[in-house]
């Protein structure tokens, strides 16, 4: 499916994707993704369509482990996240709520650009640029995970952890 | 080949030798989850079917975060927390009892043991030579209902810190001198394991403040030896017999090693809005500070409570400047009210908020307004952390705070000491 990138900067934190000040509305996930990125990008929540990508820079997803701020990037459409690097709560947290959090060169991708996932083959395509981007594979716990559905699907399949 | 002190803690719990790279399945001794992740733990335990949790013993749910309450959606989360734990036997540790970390470090986490928790600091544990890792409520709730979760065994990169620390440098000043040094990502997934003459002479609360922050290079783990500080501070908590002596082989294999000269530290600050922004704080220039926070996981113990009363005897804060203390636990609380520790804040015109995570989060008591600067000894510091976005967060050791809230802008604490 392909999708619009929303492209952010290096170090987007899990306060700027979900603050502390809404910290009231976790148990109301509808109303919490309203308020997702909100002072950093302005109006994301309805401008955003699904099957976008968020694209950032490096340390994507540091501090909390608010497992709430992938939650509301889910909530709000998004297929995918394709960053330099990504801290590893967050990394762990997308992966176990069924999210692809794709490492790869984000320097190469603008604001807008049309770009379509191929996660088999490890690679995107940016129909704007008209340019295709490899990443390395996902590694093989994520990806038994995603294939399951998260971690819960995975829990519910074998009463255990069998990721290897 | 001799092994890392993560390599030698997780392969006790994988039965099995594992080195660094390798992923495993391993057995969890504590799990726990805050008033913040909780409620979305729960919520994912039933979604998976368990009605019962592994070891209930030795599972906790921590009311911290909203401590009171500040709002009845907090309110309906608490009740719902206390229901699934009188369901299931799970621990309780009310409001008012403290900050997680603080409590799991006095109570519950012995050297050796593997510890998750739904909250990123949960590697304050690290100090105690257990392998303390912060996870979100999916792999919390796994790790509750199972007592299992999965981990990739983490290189090591050694901190070897020497020399006497300066009158006026703490845990906090070598912790943000490393995060200013490699970088808020200079550590993801690897073990952070600090080691030296500094290291093996610092006191528990030290410890647990550079433990503490090791996330906020991005490591999986803050860890450092277990030794006759650590069993001095069992003793302390009447959990003597729970120590073990534990530490790195001397030919362990490690990604790298990072030296630093404590001699040559100074008080050290982290500048809006990102951790590893840091500069000495003679390099700092004039900055007005509205509101000075000491407490939260990082530097709320008591020893940190003393270094700040020490400053700030018999003075009095800053007219414009208003200061919050916020004891990291009930026991901390005690403790600093019967040796007048409290009084000092008191008289000097601070406000005292009860144990919890007080204003770090932005969720209550201390919330910043727009434009406004606040001096905190939190270990984050985040846009919008503490309340609105166009707010100011800086970070530096308890002494920094007490300077601070004498003179209403941030200030050296060595002419002081």
Redesign the interface.
Do not use: C
């Given at each position: 499916m392909k999708g619009k990138a929303w492209k952010l900067g290096d170090g987007i934190s899990t306060d700027h994707i979900i603050p502390g000040r809404y910290f009231f509305l976790r148990s109301n996930l509808p109303e919490l993704s309203r308020h997702i990125l909100e002072y950093e990008r302005p109006g994301f929540h309805d401008k955003v369509t699904l099957g976008d990508f968020m694209v950032g820079g490096k340390n994507f997803g540091q501090g909390s482990s608010r497992e709430h701020a992938p939650l509301v990037i889910k909530l709000n459409g998004i297929q995918a996240i394709l960053a330099k690097s990504f801290a590893r709560i967050f990394y762990r947290n997308c992966f176990n709520n069924g999210i692809p959090a794709i490492i790869c060169d984000t320097d190469r991708i603008s604001e807008g650009d049309e770009l379509e996932l191929f996660l088999e083959e490890g690679k995107i395509v940016n129909h704007t640029k008209r340019e295709t981007l490899s990443f390395p594979a996902i590694p093989p716990v994520m990806k038994k995970i995603l294939d399951d559905g998260g971690l819960v699907e995975h829990v519910k399949k074998y009463k255990d952890l069998k990721l290897m | 080949m001799g092994m890392t002190l993560a390599e030698k803690i997780l392969s006790e719990h994988a039965w099995k030798e594992i080195r660094g790279g390798e992923?495993a399945?391993l057995k969890v001794d504590l799990a726990y989850v805050q008033d913040?992740?909780g409620?979305?733990a729960v919520r994912?335990l039933q979604?998976?079917?368990f009605s019962k949790v592994c070891n209930p013993q030795r599972t906790i749910f921590f009311f911290d975060?909203?401590s009171p309450s500040p709002?009845f959606?907090?309110s309906?989360?608490h009740a719902?927390l206390r229901a699934f734990a009188d369901e299931t036997g799970i621990q309780v540790s009310e409001i008012g009892q403290g900050i997680s970390h603080q409590v799991v470090a006095e109570k519950w986490v012995r050297p050796g043991d593997v510890v998750i928790g739904?909250?990123?600091h949960t590697c304050t544990g690290g100090a105690l030579g257990s392998f303390a890792t912060?996870?979100?409520?999916?792999?919390a709730?796994?790790a509750i209902?199972?007592g299992?979760?999965?981990l990739?065994v983490p290189e090591t990169i050694r901190v070897v810190v020497e020399g006497k620390l300066p009158v006026g440098v703490y845990g906090k000043d070598i912790i943000l001198h490393l995060i200013g040094r490699i970088g808020?990502?200079g550590a993801?997934?690897k073990a952070l394991e600090f080691v030296g003459d500094t290291i093996e002479s610092l006191d528990m609360a030290g410890r647990m403040t550079i433990g503490n922050m090791a996330?906020e290079a991005?490591a999986?783990v803050g860890l450092l030896a277990s030794d006759d500080i650590t069993q001095g501070w069992l003793n302390r908590m009447g959990r003597g017999k729970e120590f073990r002596k534990l530490s790195s082989d001397p030919d362990a294999t490690y990604e790298r090693t990072v030296p630093i000269n404590a001699r040559e530290l100074k008080p050290t600050i982290a500048c809006p809005h990102?951790v590893d922004n840091t500069k000495t704080v003679d390099q700092l220039g004039e900055v007005r500070v509205h509101q000075v926070y000491l407490g939260t996981s990082c530097n709320g113990r008591l020893e940190d409570l003393h270094i700040a009363a020490q400053i700030l005897k018999g003075k009095k804060i800053h007219a414009g400047t208003r200061m919050i203390v916020t004891p990291g636990s009930r026991m901390v609380y005690m403790e600093a009210i019967k040796d007048g520790t409290m009084e000092t804040f008191v008289e000097a015109g601070a406000v005292i908020t009860s144990p919890g995570c007080g204003g770090c989060?932005?969720?209550h008591e201390g919330?910043l307004g727009d434009g406004e600067v606040c001096l905190a000894t939190q270990p984050?510091n985040?846009?919008?952390?503490?309340?609105s976005?166009k707010s100011f967060i800086y970070l530096g050791s308890p002494a920094v705070a007490a300077a601070t809230a004498i003179e209403g802008k941030i200030a050296d604490p060595r002419k002081y000491l």
């Open positions: - | 992923i399945v913040g992740t409620p979305l994912k979604e998976m079917g975060h909203a709002r959606e907090l309906n989360d719902f739904a909250d990123s912060g996870v979100g409520s999916t792999d709730a796994v209902a199972l299992k979760v999965w990739r808020a990502a993801t997934y996330v991005g999986k990102q989060v932005g969720l919330v984050r985040f846009q919008g952390r503490m309340g976005p």
